[in-house]
């Protein structure tokens, strides 16, 4: 599967964007989704996943009830809906894919997604 991010900006603080991660190849709904964030010289840092069948979701707490991630399977889409947004927030934004279920434990963990996207750059002024 490739994977292609977009709806990245440059937003005040208390603001909101909209990240699409647009899907390409076969059986898109076999296909758990995640995104993560980078700052240039950090690690990357897990934001949300959602789950292939049950889509079941997962935040970081550094963004839950401010980010929802979210899929649309007919459409092979992935949406990362952010509101509230904090300069702390600034970076670049890449969603990632695996076939099928990564167990909780390691679902924070980059190497544990097979497919990247190239990322979209997020900006939050203050």
């Known amino acids: 599967v490739q994977l292609q991010a977009s709806g990245g900006g440059l937003v005040q603080a208390g603001g909101s964007l909209r990240l699409s991660c647009a899907a390409s190849g076969r059986d898109f709904s076999s296909y758990s989704i995640a995104w993560f964030r980078q700052v240039q010289g950090k690690e990357r840092e897990f934001v949300a996943t959602?789950?292939?069948?049950?889509?079941?979701?997962f935040h970081a707490d550094s963004v839950k009830g401010r980010f929802t991630i979210s899929r649309d399977n007919a459409k092979s889409l992935s949406i990362l809906q952010m509101n509230s947004l904090k300069p702390q927030d600034t970076a670049v934004y890449y969603c990632?894919?695996?076939?099928?279920?990564?167990?909780?434990?390691?679902?924070?963990?980059?190497?544990?997604?097979?497919?990247w996207g190239r990322g979209t750059q997020v900006t939050v002024s203050s």
């Open positions: 990632a894919a695996r076939l099928y279920r990564v167990v909780i434990s390691g679902q924070s963990d980059p190497s544990n997604w097979k497919y």
């Open positions: 959602i789950e292939y069948n049950t889509g079941r979701t």
